[in-house]
């Protein structure tokens, strides 16, 4: 699985949007990017995930890029509840083995 | 909706006793991963089940066992214990007939401190 690399903190105003970049120059075609955060010491909670379109749910949009080496992951409203660590994770279709590779992770404050 | 339920949910232990985590995973979910989470670091991928057979493997100890039962429900046994095995235990389910992508969905996690 191709590796990401993040910033190690950001911060971001209550209300406002957070954005958060990650690098994935040697994805591959069949690699899929996954974004999980993990609010402190609770499991880590699965945001969204895309293959090269942008995809939206409630929680969040995920913007891939047209070469597909770098996305970011958007929290359009950010409120204290979302200050946690966000991992952005490539990783290849379930039949490669499927599991989840953490790296070091952007540590979001959301402040008031 | 149901969610992965992991127990128990906090486990006290002296060095050299044996350990038992257990996971239920997402109903109709057929796949099982567990991880370990040492204090200050990231999440580590210990070992995974398909249809109750190990699919993939990572750094996990040789005093470290897993397994996954016919009701898909999985059980990481943990021997000899050591100081260092202080960790949250995560285990995470997911259903690889689903398409799209395979998402992985993780519990609340087990509190384990060797003392």
Redesign the interface.
């Known amino acids: 699985d191709a590796k990401t690399t993040q910033p190690t903190s950001m911060d971001c105003a209550e209300g406002r949007a957070a954005n958060l970049p990650c690098n994935h120059s040697t994805i591959s075609g069949n690699e ?1 990017v ?1 974004w999980y955060r ?1 609010i402190h ?6 945001i969204i ?1 895309g ?1 090269k379109n942008n995809e939206t749910n409630e929680m969040a949009s995920l913007i891939i890029t047209e070469d597909r080496k770098s996305s970011t992951l958007i929290l359009p409203h950010a409120t204290l509840r979302d200050t946690a660590v966000y ?1 952005c994770i490539v990783r290849g ?3 490669q ?9 952007t540590e979001l404050s959301v402040k008031p | 909706a149901a969610g ?1 339920i992991q127990s128990p949910r906090h486990l006290i232990k002296e060095k050299r006793e044996t350990a038992t985590l257990k996971c239920y995973p997402i109903p109709r979910h057929d ?1 099982v ?1 567990w ?1 370990q989470q040492g204090p200050g670091q ?4 210990l070992i ?1 089940f ?1 249809e109750k057979m190990q ?2 493997k ?1 750094s996990i100890p040789d005093r470290f066992s897993a397994q996954q039962f016919s009701d898909y429900h999985s059980e990481l046994n943990m021997s000899s214990l050591e100081l260092g095995d202080s960790a ?1 235990y ?1 285990c ?1 389910s ?1 259903s ?1 007939t689903s398409g799209g ?9 087990t ?1 384990l401190l060797v003392l």
């Not at chain 1, 010491?41 to 699965?46: A, C, E, F, R, T």
């Not at chain 2, 990231?42 to 991928?45: I, T, W």
């Open positions: 899929y996954y993990q010491s609770q499991g880590p909670q699965y995930h293959l991992y279709i379930y039949n083995g499927g599991k989840l590779i953490f790296g070091q992770g | 992965v796949t991963y991880y990231d999440p580590q991928f995974s398909y699919s993939d990572g949250l995560f995470a997911s690889r992508g395979e998402t992985q969905y993780f519990g609340p996690g509190r």
